[in-house]
């Protein structure tokens, strides 16, 4: 088992590279810096600009910096000048640590993403949860009570559900949970907008966002994990099972379940690069500070450091959860081991 | 044989499914009788209701969507299983009445081991504790001869070949000792040497356990080799039942004659004739004929055959459901 996963990383360990190497030649096609600084900027202030980046120096000394603070962590750590540099009120220290970013003065990279992966996670890692627990049971149901009433009706609501956009949700969500709750009951449950840290507030700012998202992805989620579980009960070894006996209840949840959560499982690890980078549209509407949202921010800005940080470190967190479903895969399907 | 009881009667068995282009009758007024230590043979071609007739006894055919008729009795150990509750039938299934079906490959699950699999039969129908449901199962596998059970246990389905799995199955099946075991083509999906291997070990286990078996299948060759008494079903309905020798020496229904024919024979005789074969297809169970079921396809037709259906008749000990059954001594030249 460790030899298998010791195996995938260092497979990975070669694509990782090549995706680095292709971000960071994309990001290099257009002139970063005069696409930040803009046409009416001085020759020296260029200079200034693209030496402070170190996009002076040849790619290839870039690439193998770059590696290098992505390798040693040094993007995310907390430099011991930046708790010394904000009691003094000034950034001239912080400088000569960390990579600042272009648009956000005296922020560095690192201050970004730390600051910002805390509100994405606190939204989509319950919302993931939910939606997973939800729909798996209801798939269940809806497989149990198969082509009968109870099915249907689950199934219709499903469809319903999805095929609603989602900003619909988002706008009557704040309008009536939070706005008309407010307004009309005096019941300040849920906010409308905002986020602050801390796991008191986590209820007002975030519930609402992640009730969202559960629904919308509910309709989706069942509908798949109905087929998987539909599939599966059509299976011989059911029948095998029955005929020893079986409870229809243990076939569901040992027989049937255990075959089924090898697509499941593969559905839910493509999606956890995309629960760290959050989801932008409820980042934006719910006006939370989470990495999706620090990402676009910095692509309309032009803030080269911060999108090229970012884009790597979720390159990388994408090829560490490819290789979770692989560890996953092989934790539930003894087939996988083998090969 | 006659004189024992048997161990599991069906008498007026019809399964009807709902589907959407209405019900459809696919076992019809079925009746047999089972006895223990003997192997009934269930032939007949796909389709004509054999599986059907050994899901029904195990109540193993989708509820909601299968109705049998008023009549059915299913009589094992005083209950008509046809009727009992699901709670009760699930105490009969694998403890008194254990099924192997038709494809090893796929009917253990492939996500828990041999073991776990053969403990799971035994936990719902033995007072065993974990150990000696253990060293049950172990010796349920040397039983069936898997080479090495001890290690063989720890292992998944996709780690034995097809013979080795359907081992594990009759294993797993008999290890609540049951008193009928069903077997829906155990051997169709095994090559020649594995299938002769599999029947030996059933025909031995059968003797040494006083198991009952239903064998179904399509293979007349498997039924020659193991069976002591035939019933031969036709599109939902039993054309024909006998002992081996009856069946195979002196058939009486047109269509068991012809099933006997279209076996390849060698020798110099039949050196470059043709194989015969049966003509047409089994029609289709939502457009029955009024008449016989097989009068499309009989080279004995008259016009009896079309008006009227042949009723399941006692003739001597055999019965036989034909207006124009073969007489004993007359042969193939009539039908050929």
Same mark, same amino acid.
């Given at each position: 088992?460790?030899?298998?996963?010791?195996?995938?990383?260092?497979?990975?360990?070669?694509?990782?590279?090549?995706?680095?190497?292709?971000?960071?030649?994309?990001?290099? %096609?257009?002139?970063?810096?005069?696409?930040?600084?803009?046409?009416?900027?001085?020759?020296?202030?260029?200079?200034?600009?693209?030496?402070?980046?170190?996009?002076?120096?040849?790619?290839?000394?870039?690439?193998?910096?770059? &590696?290098?603070?992505?390798?040693?962590?040094?993007?995310?750590?907390?430099?011991? $000048?930046?708790?010394?540099?904000?009691?003094?009120?000034?950034?001239?220290?912080?400088?000569?640590?960390?990579?600042?970013?272009?648009?956000? $003065?005296?922020?560095?990279?690192?201050?970004?993403?730390?600051?910002?992966?805390?509100?994405?996670?606190?939204?989509?890692?319950?919302?993931?949860?939910?939606?997973?627990?939800?729909?798996?049971?209801?798939?269940?149901?809806?497989?149990?009570?198969?082509?009968? &009433?109870?099915?249907?009706?689950?199934?219709?609501?499903?469809?319903?559900?999805?095929?609603?956009?989602?900003? %619909?949700?988002?706008?009557?969500?704040?309008?009536?949970?939070?706005?008309?709750?407010?307004?009309?009951?005096?019941?300040?449950?849920?906010?409308?907008?905002?986020?602050?840290?801390?796991?008191?507030?986590?209820?007002?700012?975030?519930?609402?966002?992640? &009730?969202?998202?559960?629904?919308?992805?509910?309709?989706?989620?069942?509908?798949?994990?109905?087929?998987?579980?539909?599939?599966?009960?059509?299976?011989?070894?059911?029948?095998? /099972?029955? /005929?020893?006996?079986?409870?229809?209840?243990?076939?569901?949840?040992?027989?049937?379940?255990?075959?089924?959560?090898?697509?499941?499982?593969?559905?839910?690890?493509?999606?956890?690069?995309?629960?760290?980078?959050?989801?932008?549209?409820?980042?934006?509407?719910?006006?939370?500070?989470?990495?999706?949202? /620090?990402?676009?921010?910095?692509?309309?800005?032009?803030?080269?450091?911060?999108?090229?940080?970012?884009?790597?470190?979720?390159?990388?967190?994408?090829?560490?959860? %490819?290789?979770?479903?692989?560890?996953?895969?092989?934790? %539930?399907?003894?087939?996988?081991?083998?090969? | 044989?006659?004189?024992?009881?048997?161990?599991?009667?069906?008498?007026?068995?019809?399964?009807?499914?709902?589907?959407?282009?209405?019900?459809?009758?696919?076992?019809?007024?079925?009746?047999?009788?089972?006895?223990?230590?003997?192997?009934?043979?269930?032939?007949?071609?796909?389709?004509?209701?054999?599986?059907?007739?050994?899901?029904?006894?195990?109540?193993?055919?989708?509820?909601?969507?299968?109705?049998?008729?008023?009549?059915?009795?299913?009589?094992?150990?005083?209950?008509?299983?046809?009727?009992?509750?699901?709670?009760?039938?699930?105490?009969?299934?694998?403890?008194?009445?254990?099924?192997?079906?038709?494809?090893?490959?796929?009917?253990?699950?492939?996500?828990?081991?041999?073991?776990?699999?053969?403990?799971?039969?035994?936990?719902?129908?033995?007072?065993?504790?974990?150990?000696?449901?253990?060293?049950?199962?172990?010796?349920?596998?040397?039983?069936?001869?898997?080479?090495?059970?001890?290690?063989?246990?720890?292992?998944?389905?996709?780690?034995?070949?097809?013979?080795?799995?359907?081992?594990?199955?009759?294993?797993?099946?008999?290890?609540?000792?049951?008193?009928?075991?069903?077997?829906?083509?155990?051997?169709?999906?095994?090559?020649?040497?594995?299938?002769?291997?599999?029947?030996?070990?059933?025909?031995?286990?059968?003797?040494?356990?006083?198991?009952?078996?239903?064998?179904?299948?399509?293979?007349?060759?498997?039924?020659?080799?193991?069976?002591?008494?035939?019933?031969?079903?036709?599109?939902?309905?039993?054309?024909?039942?006998?002992?081996?020798?009856?069946?195979?020496?002196?058939?009486?229904?047109?269509?068991?004659?012809?099933?006997?024919?279209?076996?390849?024979?060698?020798?110099?005789?039949?050196?470059?004739?043709?194989?015969?074969?049966?003509?047409?297809?089994?029609?289709?169970?939502?457009?029955?004929?009024?008449?016989?079921?097989?009068?499309?396809?009989?080279?004995?037709?008259?016009?009896?055959?079309?008006?009227?259906?042949?009723?399941?008749?006692?003739?001597?000990?055999?019965?036989?459901?034909?207006?124009?059954?073969?007489?004993?001594?007359?042969?193939?030249?009539?039908?050929?």
């Amino acid at each position: 088992m460790w030899t298998y996963i010791l195996r995938r990383l260092l497979y990975s360990i070669p694509v990782y590279l090549g995706i680095v190497l292709l971000l960071m030649a994309c990001l290099r %096609v257009n002139d970063p810096v005069a696409g930040f600084l803009g046409k009416g900027a001085s020759e020296e202030a260029y200079q200034a600009k693209k030496e402070s980046m170190g996009l002076d120096r040849p790619f290839v000394v870039q690439y193998f910096d770059f &590696l290098r603070q992505l390798v040693t962590f040094e993007f995310i750590k907390v430099p011991d $000048e930046e708790v010394t540099a904000s009691e003094d009120g000034g950034a001239a220290v912080l400088r000569s640590r960390g990579i600042e970013s272009w648009s956000q $003065e005296g922020r560095t990279v690192g201050q970004i993403l730390r600051e910002s992966i805390i509100p994405s996670i606190s939204i989509t890692v319950p919302a993931l949860c939910f939606t997973l627990l939800i729909s798996i049971v209801i798939a269940l149901l809806s497989a149990y009570y198969r082509g009968r &009433l109870p099915d249907k009706l689950m199934m219709v609501s499903a469809v319903l559900g999805m095929s609603i956009s989602f900003l %619909v949700y988002i706008i009557f969500g704040q309008y009536w949970a939070a706005y008309l709750l407010n307004q009309k009951l005096e019941l300040e449950f849920f906010a409308v907008q905002g986020y602050e840290p801390g796991a008191a507030n986590w209820a007002h700012y975030c519930l609402l966002p992640v &009730l969202i998202s559960t629904i919308v992805a509910m309709g989706y989620d069942t509908r798949f994990y109905r087929a998987v579980m539909v599939e599966e009960s059509g299976r011989d070894y059911i029948i095998t /099972a029955r /005929a020893k006996g079986s409870t229809k209840r243990k076939i569901m949840f040992v027989h049937m379940l255990k075959n089924a959560m090898i697509p499941i499982i593969t559905r839910v690890m493509s999606t956890l690069p995309f629960l760290v980078m959050g989801s932008i549209l409820l980042e934006m509407y719910f006006n939370i500070p989470g990495m999706g949202r /620090a990402l676009l921010d910095s692509i309309f800005s032009n803030d080269f450091p911060v999108t090229q940080m970012l884009v790597a470190v979720f390159a990388g967190i994408f090829l560490v959860s %490819v290789i979770l479903t692989d560890v996953f895969y092989a934790l %539930v399907d003894p087939r996988v081991r083998l090969s | 044989m006659s004189e024992r009881a048997p161990i599991l009667e069906v008498r007026n068995l019809s399964t009807s499914f709902k589907t959407d282009q209405g019900v459809v009758t696919a076992v019809d007024d079925v009746s047999f009788d089972l006895y223990a230590g003997e192997t009934l043979g269930i032939v007949g071609e796909s389709g004509c209701g054999k599986t059907v007739t050994s899901k029904s006894i195990m109540r193993l055919l989708p509820d909601h969507l299968t109705i049998y008729g008023p009549e059915s009795r299913i009589l094992f150990d005083d209950k008509n299983l046809a009727q009992i509750p699901e709670r009760e039938m699930r105490d009969v299934r694998g403890a008194r009445i254990a099924m192997i079906f038709q494809e090893p490959m796929t009917s253990l699950n492939p996500v828990f081991t041999i073991g776990w699999q053969l403990d799971e039969a035994l936990k719902y129908h033995t007072d065993l504790d974990r150990a000696g449901r253990r060293e049950k199962s172990i010796e349920m596998l040397r039983l069936v001869e898997i080479p090495n059970p001890e290690k063989r246990i720890s292992e998944y389905p996709h780690q034995l070949s097809g013979g080795m799995r359907q081992r594990v199955m009759i294993a797993m099946a008999l290890s609540c000792e049951p008193d009928v075991l069903i077997a829906d083509e155990p051997t169709t999906a095994l090559d020649v040497t594995i299938q002769a291997q599999i029947l030996q070990l059933m025909g031995e286990l059968k003797t040494r356990l006083d198991t009952a078996i239903m064998l179904i299948t399509h293979d007349l060759g498997v039924v020659a080799q193991v069976c002591d008494r035939v019933l031969v079903m036709y599109a939902g309905r039993v054309i024909e039942e006998g002992t081996i020798r009856d069946i195979f020496h002196r058939p009486r229904h047109p269509y068991t004659r012809a099933l006997l024919d279209s076996i390849p024979k060698s020798g110099k005789r039949e050196h470059g004739k043709p194989l015969p074969t049966i003509p047409g297809i089994v029609p289709s169970l939502f457009e029955l004929p009024p008449g016989c079921r097989f009068q499309e396809r009989c080279a004995l037709k008259e016009e009896r055959c079309v008006d009227e259906e042949p009723r399941l008749e006692d003739h001597e000990g055999w019965q036989v459901r034909c207006h124009f059954p073969l007489e004993i001594g007359e042969v193939a030249e009539e039908v050929r």
